[in-house]
Structure formats: structure tokens, C-alpha cells
């Protein structure tokens, strides 16, 4: 298509959540409760580990950016998709769905790696209990943290300054509740073929590399467990993998969700549902996850009811 023919649109326009007009209140109140939930569990477990010195560990101190960065993942879409369904103003102006991306990416991105990276602190914790302090040291966690945001960061913006590069047609309705980054590449004018074959290569490594990693560590936590008598400390170590392993799973069987509906060529209102269940129901349950499995969390949660207690006596 000619350049004339093509224009830089200033704004795009979110057609939201395939919900009734009349069922728009009731939405409304549900996702507004899943965000607040969202935000105060994870920054409970942010203050939890802050507070009580019994968490002061490698696996809590990742645990604590992980629950940081799904408060912000949550936050890069659904306050927006709460605005659109209360003023019904479904426009977002170009630079904001540009902004949205690139803040939606990075916080997956680190949401993958630390996965992968507190599967290797239990791989060390159980496999090398007499060298954990020693290998998991505050230099390599701040190390590994560290990567983590960088290779996000450049993961992140290498996809938004390829998209920034594209023209867009006179069609600007995006059939989803955020800028989604397919659904961009599809309303392009532009040859998209750097596009999609940097998220195919870029996008398998971020993903690939990060799950092999986990279930390598997992493997050799399972041959561990099998040869060697479960001690108190393995059997502690070992204790918090439960919560870890359903975080794994509850992540990535929902970006399994999500590539299978959009692959399948399945119906866009089931594309939408997985994209909720990634972005909204996920960051809400880990919280709970953590509190309910985990006992050193339960025992942090409920000292600081207690002393919050004394000291309203």
C-alpha cells in the first residue's frame, strides 16, 4: 500500500469486554474488587517479607519483586479497562496504547524470569543445602534480579520501537480491553514480517529458556528427593516448591490458554477470556497461594496480627 494511502493514526479505540451494556455495573464492581484484591495481597506479602526476619531469604526476597511486578502487570491494564467501562470512553490515545504495550511486556518478561529464578534458589536449597548460603549470596540474587530487569527492559523495547516503525489504515478498533500487540500487527498497513519473526525467535527464547530452566531444576529436585533421606531442612525447603510449582503452572497454563485460543482460530471472545485470566486472575491468586501454602508466610501473617493487636491494647 502507497504511504499516501496510510496514515499515523493519533488514537485507537478498545472495543472491551464482550459484555451486555446492562451488565456493565456488575463487571465493574467484580473486576474493581479482583484489581483491589490483587493490589493489597501482593503488597501484604511485599510488607510481610519486609517486616518479619524469618523471611529475610533469597526465595522471599525474589518472592517480593515477583509479587511487585504483578501488581504493576495488573496495573497496566485493568485500571484502563475499569475507565472504559465506567465512562464508556473506549478511545486511547496512540502514545498511551504504544506505552501500555511496552509496560505489558517487560512485566511478563520479569514475571517469566522470576519463575525461572526461584526454581533454581529451590534447586540450590534442596540439591546444596550445605553451600546455600554460600551460592545464593546477596551479590548473585541482586545479580540475577538485576538480568532479570535488564533483558526485560530490552526484550520490551525492541518489540515497541519495531511497532512504533508501522503505519496503520484508517482502522483503528482494536477488538480487545487493552493494546493488545497482535492485534496491532493485524491493523497495520506495513509489511510486519520483522515484527512477527522477532516474536517468533525473541518470544520463543524469553519463554523457552525460562520453562526448560524450571523444569531442569525440578528434575534434579525429584532425583534428589529419591536418593537422599528428606532431612528437616530438605523437607522445609522442599515444602515451599508446592506454592512455587502452582504459581509455574497457573502462569504457564494460562499463556498456554491464550496461544491456543488465538492459534485454533477460535472465537475472539475466548481469546479475550484467556487474556483475563492471564492479566486479572493470575496476579489475584498468588497472593493466596503464597499465604495459604506457604507456612513461614502464614506464621509472618499471623504475627502481625498479633502485634497489631498489642498494640491496640
Known amino acids: 500500500m502507497r504511504r499516501e494511502n496510510q496514515s499515523h493514526v493519533s488514537e485507537f479505540l478498545l472495543l472491551g469486554l464482550p ?5 456493565q455495573g456488575m463487571f465493574f464492581a467484580l473486576f474493581l474488587a479482583m484489581y483491589l484484591t490483587t493490589v493489597l495481597g501482593n503488597l501484604l506479602i511485599i510488607l510481610l517479607i519486609r517486616l518479619d526476619p524469618r523471611l529475610h531469604t533469597p526465595m522471599y526476597f525474589f ?8 501488581v504493576s502487570f495488573s496495573s497496566v491494564t485493568v485500571p484502563k479497562m475499569l475507565m472504559i467501562m465506567q ?3 473506549q478511545s486511547i490515545p496512540y502514545a498511551e496504547c504504544i506505552t501500555q504495550i511496552y509496560f505489558f511486556i517487560f512485566f511478563a518478561c520479569i514475571d517469566n524470569l522470576l519463575l525461572a529464578v526461584m526454581a533454581y534458589d529451590r534447586y540450590v536449597a534442596i540439591c546444596h543445602p550445605l553451600h546455600y548460603a554460600i551460592i545464593m549470596r546477596d551479590e ?3 545479580c540475577l534480579l538485576a538480568v532479570s530487569w535488564l533483558l526485560s527492559c530490552a526484550y520490551a523495547l525492541t518489540h515497541t520501537l519495531l511497532l512504533a516503525q508501522l503505519y496503520f489504515c484508517s482502522d483503528s478498533i482494536i477488538p480487545h480491553f ?5 492485534a496491532l500487527l493485524k491493523l497495520s498497513c506495513s509489511d510486519t514480517s520483522l515484527n512477527e519473526l522477532v516474536t517468533f525467535t525473541a518470544g520463543a527464547m524469553i519463554l ?3 520453562l526448560s530452566g524450571i523444569l531442569v531444576s525440578y528434575g534434579r529436585i525429584g532425583v534428589s528427593i529419591l536418593r537422599v533421606p528428606c532431612t528437616k531442612g530438605i523437607c522445609k525447603a522442599l515444602s515451599t516448591c508446592g506454592s512455587h ?11 498456554m490458554a491464550l496461544y491456543l485460543s488465538s492459534s485454533s482460530g477460535q472465537s475472539q471472545d475466548k481469546d479475550i477470556i484467556a487474556s483475563v485470566m492471564y492479566t486479572v486472575v493470575t496476579p489475584m491468586l498468588n497472593p ?3 499465604s495459604l501454602r506457604n507456612r513461614d508466610m502464614t506464621l509472618a501473617l499471623g504475627s502481625l496480627f498479633r502485634n497489631n493487636n498489642f498494640f491496640a491494647k
Open 288 to 290: 493466596f497461594i503464597y
Open 63 to 70: 518472592l517480593s519483586h515477583l509479587a511487585l511486578t504483578d
Open 208 to 210: 523457552i529458556f525460562p
Open 140 to 142: 548473585l540474587c541482586i
Open 245 to 255: 510449582l502452582s504459581v509455574v503452572s497457573l502462569f504457564y497454563g494460562t499463556i
Open 19 to 23: 459484555i451486555w451494556p446492562e451488565q
Open 178 to 182: 487493552f493494546c493488545d500487540y497482535a
Open 87 to 89: 465512562t464508556q470512553d
